[in-house]
């Protein structure tokens, strides 16, 4: 293996995303949002994916106005392979290349599982599971002909470790774990990089409901280290490493942003 020195190559600038063009699935509102933010404070174009017209095309003005870069607003389900197919061949078309993609668009049905319905289960895998498979299959030939590019999954920490009343999110963000090693083998050979990022317990309009609960202050709060729920731009800054040159050397691995939670 080369011992060369890597670490002072001239022109680049390890975490500047500017002429680059990110798709965030979910990118309207909540972590997607924060995401492309965050990408978009680098430098990136992004297009932002949700199935509301409006609240898409809504939230690309506001990152425009913001950050001084081109946003495009799509609306389209990540269930459906025709809207992923176009969804790639818009941002293509738009931008000229598509170097990153989020997968953050997901639900999350609780319950015990002698409540919960079939459909209920059916519905978390789809969005959750082939709704990124769909995506990643999209994008696939538009980044192997730039000879590049960034995968970044949204799986969870509950995709490596359990919580009860939760069997079809964790099963669907476990797929996703492994989803995203397999992918990562798959695509290091053309130079695109697959890896994911573990949300914790970020207070998102998906968490709203148990965010006042004791099972909330309990389980959710109180295990983590630093006692509280994350700020959405706390966010930012994994996916700005992954989506960047300063996570050129990550494959199929899992970025844990959990202030502590699984540390205990």
């Given at each position: 293996?080369?011992?060369?020195?890597?670490?002072?190559?001239?022109?680049?600038?390890?975490?500047?995303?500017?002429?680059?063009?990110?798709?965030?699935?979910?990118?309207?509102?909540?972590?997607?949002?924060?995401?492309?933010?965050?990408?978009?404070s680098a430098g990136a174009n992004v297009m932002l994916v949700?199935?509301?017209?409006?609240?898409?095309?809504?939230?690309?003005?506001?990152?425009?106005?913001?950050?001084?870069?081109?946003?495009?607003?799509?609306a389209g389900d990540v269930t459906k392979k025709a809207d992923?197919?176009?969804?790639?061949?818009?941002?293509?078309?738009?931008?000229?290349?598509?170097?990153?993609?989020?997968?953050?668009?997901?639900?999350?049905?609780?319950?015990?599982?002698?409540?919960?319905?079939?459909?209920?289960?059916?519905?978390?895998?789809?969005?959750?599971?082939?709704?990124?498979?769909?995506?990643?299959?999209?994008?696939?030939?538009?980044?192997?002909?730039?000879?590049?590019?960034?995968?970044?999954?949204?799986?969870?920490?509950?995709?490596?470790?359990?919580?009860?009343?939760?069997?079809?999110?964790?099963?669907?963000?476990?797929?996703?774990?492994?989803?995203?090693?397999?992918?990562?083998?798959?695509?290091?050979?053309?130079?695109?990089?697959?890896?994911?990022?573990?949300?914790?317990?970020?207070?998102?309009?998906?968490?709203?409901?148990?965010?006042?609960?004791?099972?909330?202050?309990?389980?959710?709060?109180?295990?983590?280290?630093?006692?509280?729920?994350?700020?959405?731009?706390?966010?930012?800054?994994?996916?700005?490493?992954?989506?960047?040159?300063?996570?050129?050397?990550?494959?199929?691995?899992?970025?844990?942003?959990?202030?502590?939670?699984?540390?205990?």
């Amino acid at each position: 293996m080369s011992q060369e020195n890597t670490s002072k190559l001239p022109g680049i600038k390890l975490f500047d995303l500017s002429g680059r063009t990110a798709i965030i699935t979910g990118g309207s509102k909540g972590l997607g949002l924060a995401m492309a933010e965050g990408l978009a404070s680098a430098g990136a174009n992004v297009m932002l994916v949700s199935r509301t017209k409006e609240e898409t095309e809504a939230a690309a003005k506001q990152i425009e106005g913001s950050y001084g870069v081109k946003a495009l607003g799509f609306a389209g389900d990540v269930t459906k392979k025709a809207d992923m197919e176009k969804m790639a061949k818009v941002a293509f078309d738009t931008f000229g290349s598509i170097d990153v993609l989020i997968n953050s668009a997901g639900i999350n049905i609780r319950g015990a599982i002698d409540e919960l319905e079939l459909e209920e289960f059916s519905k978390v895998m789809d969005i959750n599971v082939t709704g990124t498979w769909l995506a990643c299959r999209a994008v696939t030939p538009y980044m192997k002909k730039g000879g590049k590019g960034s995968i970044i999954n949204l799986a969870s920490t509950l995709g490596v470790v359990g919580l009860a009343n939760r069997t079809p999110y964790c099963s669907s963000k476990g797929a996703v774990v492994q989803m995203t090693r397999a992918l990562g083998l798959e695509f290091a050979p053309f130079n695109i990089n697959v890896n994911a990022i573990c949300p914790g317990p970020f207070l998102t309009e998906m968490n709203l409901p148990i965010a006042d609960t004791e099972e909330g202050k309990k389980f959710v709060v109180g295990a983590t280290a630093l006692g509280r729920w994350g700020r959405l731009e706390e966010i930012q800054g994994a996916a700005i490493y992954l989506a960047s040159e300063a996570g050129s050397y990550m494959v199929g691995s899992m970025l844990t942003v959990d202030g502590g939670w699984t540390a205990r």
